[in-house]
């Protein structure tokens, strides 16, 4: 045994890290287009592109990810060869704040910009659920005016629009931080530093009503909650009649964003911070009217978003169609999209409040919800025709021919593999190849090529049943070379059709 | 003093981390906008997209950088809570290995992929050297044959066309491993163990050819080199004749590439590896020649790349234009893109041979040259439409303004900070804005809007010498509220023109 453990060589294994993945030809293609569909809205709207590094250092990020399972706050972090605790940001805000802070002299005020790239969680992996994964925010930075909301909430619907999706199938629900803060007020856990833990408690409790109901927010309000695995969640040990405030908050949404204003003003009453946040709330609702977006954003008392830093208005978008997850389970696909107002962390480096306002779109998940949807079949993945070398000594001959397909704009390439004709066409297959062009010694001689009608070659091989059929099948032609061009123009728009 | 350190707010420092940095705006832009062209090229050749995430074990990366000055071999790394070393990937190649390996069974073969994304070096930072940079690269996996090699190097030069490069601009140099390998056999450094170091002494003091010139590689060669600093490198202690061998060999390119093989066949003649490597240096040059790029892709034998990986055709592309350099010296600016063929990278992993060749497009460089020649203006930026609102109770009109604008296809935003028309139209400038929309109380009531012409403003600005005819200049006008969209346009088109 040891014997033969000696023997083997030590090879590296061939495996991702847990909890990262690749991503293939038309995941990656069907990616890109999304940011830049997304980001293009961004830069219509007047934000300006900004790439940070992905490496920051750890005092700069910050740690504000909430429920973190790891002893260092869910980031990926290694000390520098000078001391320095390097980290991988774990979002596009922080290093924002870390910019603004750094570069405030230089940048316009209000600076509105857009960035987009991958982000890294040191969490547990889990399905679907990877520690590396797009972000694509949008941030106004440097105005307190609640305009900046709203602005950022049209055009996140705007962006949903430009990628496609159907205005009944997403919505955007508003909340304002100060409304909620004006409910705790009133129930007593006010703005006092001893009650801070408690309100971070009912902040989360809250923000899980989507997936545990009224019945398990209530728990936690309360004394707690176990869940199906027997873990208990401590609660925030409320009163009933404390809870029934904080439920009544939550409930309050209505018909209009009009009437769920009006009732707000109404639980607010008593506080300081609450009236102004309804105000707010009013302004918003009165400018999403304006330009005609009332009815893909609305006010919501319901939403609350899990992050400590907001302190106004907080928005989330949300898909409303449903799926069936991996359990089977038809369900509202949920959230895709989140953000708010945060007026703290530019302050963090300077000492002076900067307010600032925005969105965070989860690209990864918004793909894979219009993937479950049906609404991405992978169609815009037209493969290369390949062109089979049946004669390897004449390789610049094929070449040639390859040429003169791309620079007519079909994308093209020559089979570089070995092996048989059997073996080629596997290869065109595995390639989705629409066409294969053939041109052994005896189309050379005669001035001839051969195409192969592959895509429909595959519809065909679906209906035909006997090898007769098959071989009778018109899915290869033999045509002069001359017209090697137009005549896979015309599979292809054949195929296309 | 202990007091005041107590008094003051331990506040996080807002800097990037050593040798990393931000892009804003138009550079984010124009990087972008680079990167599509490329992967455009190498998507029409029929190269598939692939992503794999930064993060990697640190035993997939293996152990490939040359010249590391860091005790880690050059790569950020840290331990994940399994004990796995985990770490950023240095290169776009070393992650294609391990996902060949890991996936082979389901890729097509050969498999043609591309690869955009950062790298990250834990090297020392220095002027225009950063920690992280982007790569842009394309490979073929699978195949021996050489018909791969050219295809790579074809592609490549189309792809700096579609960068918008001169052809008179750019060079690929094409050398073979095999022939520098049957030199090294002939004066006895063949394939022993013994003189593997020796070997890469060599390797890499050709490399140094363009920096050092023929005087510091044959110092490197012979018993070392001291350098400006006074730091010394130690040599490969050849003798004088072994040296001028290698020396023959890197001096032996001709006018064409037929000459320079027909040379290098005389200095290979004893030995085995060498004539196999002219030969297929012979046959890319025949394949280049074929599609019409002799003069753009050409054999030299001066080439050889740093990494020790490469096993076959080498190539690099250089940009022949002369910049001058910070230091105020004029030079050619030099590599902008290199590859070759490196046949063990996936046996690393699975025990079998599988040939490779690919390049990496170094793109952050190439902008850099691009700006030091003055090829990039930045014109492409232009600023967005900037609305002044004049009266702030009235935003829900700007905004309708401001989205009559975009709807007709013009970057437009509200400007949404505070201050008089003066800060206001600052706000505009650093902006960028080509134009500035104000409707006051008194435009309003009579309906209509004044338009800012900046562009044309700034041009006069420069012209303009008193401040009466500044007065009396052109570039404000007042217009009906319904010709705003007419107007702008027209405008826009005058700035452009």
């Given at each position: 045994m040891a014997k033969d453990k000696k023997k083997k060589p030590q090879r590296p294994k061939a495996v991702t890290p847990r909890g990262f993945r690749d991503y293939f030809g038309e995941e990656v293609a069907e990616r890109r287009v999304m940011l830049d569909r997304i980001c293009e809205v961004y830069h219509h709207y007047g934000f300006d592109p900004?790439?940070?590094?992905?490496?920051?250092?750890?005092?700069?990020?910050?740690?504000?990810?909430?429920?973190?399972?790891?002893?260092?706050?869910?980031?990926?972090?290694?000390?520098?060869?000078?001391?320095?605790?390097?980290?991988?940001?774990?979002?596009?805000?922080?290093?924002?704040?870390?910019?603004?802070?750094q570069h405030r002299m230089d940048l316009p005020n209000p600076y509105r910009r857009y960035a987009v790239g991958p982000v890294w969680r040191n969490e547990k992996p889990g399905p679907g659920r990877f520690r590396q994964f797009?972000?694509?925010?949008?941030?106004?930075?440097?105005?307190?005016?609640?305009?900046?909301?709203?602005?950022?909430?049209?055009?996140?619907?705007?962006?949903?629009?430009?990628?496609?999706?159907?205005?009944?199938?997403?919505?955007?629900?508003?909340?304002?931080?100060?409304?909620?803060?004006?409910?705790?007020?009133?129930?007593?856990?006010g703005d006092q530093e001893a009650a801070a833990a408690t309100r971070g408690i009912v902040l989360r409790a809250i923000d899980k009503l989507d997936r545990l109901g009224d019945d398990g927010v209530r728990a936690l309000l309360?004394?707690?909650?176990?869940?199906?695995s027997g873990?208990?969640?401590?609660?925030?040990?409320?009163?009933?009649?404390?809870?029934?405030?904080?439920?009544?908050?939550?409930?309050?949404?209505?018909?209009?964003?009009?009437?769920?204003?009006?009732?707000?003003?109404?639980l607010v009453g008593g506080s300081d911070t609450g009236p102004e946040g309804v105000r707010e709330l009013e302004t918003i609702a009165e400018l999403l009217e304006a330009q005609g977006y009332q009815s893909r954003a609305i006010i919501d008392p319901s939403v609350v978003r899990g992050l400590d830093y907001y302190t106004g208005p907080v928005y989330e978008a949300e898909l409303t169609f449903e799926i069936t997850d991996e359990d089977g389970q038809v369900r509202q696909f949920g959230s895709v999209a989140g953000g708010g107002r945060y007026d703290d962390l530019v302050k963090r480096f300077t000492g002076q409040a900067v307010p600032a306002t925005g969105i965070s779109i989860g690209v990864d998940r918004l793909l894979a919800a219009l993937h479950a949807k049906g609404r991405l079949d992978g169609s815009r993945a037209a493969g290369p025709v390949v062109i089979l070398p049946m004669d390897r000594d004449r390789m610049a001959d094929y070449q040639?021919?390859?040429?003169?397909?791309?620079?007519?704009?079909?994308?093209?390439?020559?089979?570089?593999?070995?092996?048989?004709?059997?073996?080629?066409?596997?290869?065109?297959?595995?390639?989705?190849?629409?066409?294969?062009?053939?041109?052994?010694?005896?189309?050379?001689?005669?001035?001839?090529?051969?195409?192969?009608?592959?895509?429909?070659?595959?519809?065909?091989?679906?209906?035909?049943?006997?090898?007769?059929?098959?071989?009778?099948?018109?899915?290869?032609?033999?045509?002069?070379?001359?017209?090697?061009?137009?005549?896979?123009?015309?599979?292809?728009a054949r195929a296309e059709g």
């Open positions: 900004l790439e940070s590094s992905a490496v920051e250092t750890v005092e700069a990020l910050g740690k504000f990810l909430p429920d973190v399972d790891r002893p260092n706050d869910g980031i990926f972090a290694w000390q520098d060869d000078d001391e320095a605790w390097l980290g991988l940001r774990y979002d596009l805000t922080a290093p924002l704040a870390r910019v603004v802070a797009y972000q694509c925010d949008a941030d106004t930075v440097g105005t307190p005016t609640v305009a900046a909301d709203a602005e950022i909430c049209m055009m996140t619907a705007d962006a949903f629009e430009a990628l496609g999706i159907a205005r009944e199938d997403v919505i955007i629900r508003i909340n304002n931080r100060k409304v909620l803060n004006g409910v705790m007020e009133a129930i007593g856990l309360g004394a707690g909650r176990k869940d199906e873990d208990f969640t401590k609660g925030a040990e409320l009163s009933v009649e404390q809870a029934d405030q904080i439920m009544g908050f939550v409930t309050a949404g209505r018909e209009t964003s009009a009437a769920t204003c009006a009732r707000l003003s109404e040639t021919m390859c040429a003169e397909l791309r620079n007519a704009g079909i994308r093209a390439e020559v089979f570089l593999g070995g092996g048989n004709m059997a073996k080629q066409l596997k290869y065109a297959d595995k390639r989705a190849a629409p066409v294969a062009v053939i041109e052994g010694a005896d189309e050379k001689a005669q001035g001839q090529v051969t195409l192969k009608d592959l895509a429909l070659g595959a519809r065909l091989a679906a209906e035909i049943e006997t090898h007769e059929e098959w071989k009778a099948q018109p899915a290869q032609i033999t045509v002069p070379r001359g017209e090697l061009i137009a005549q896979v123009r015309a599979m292809l």
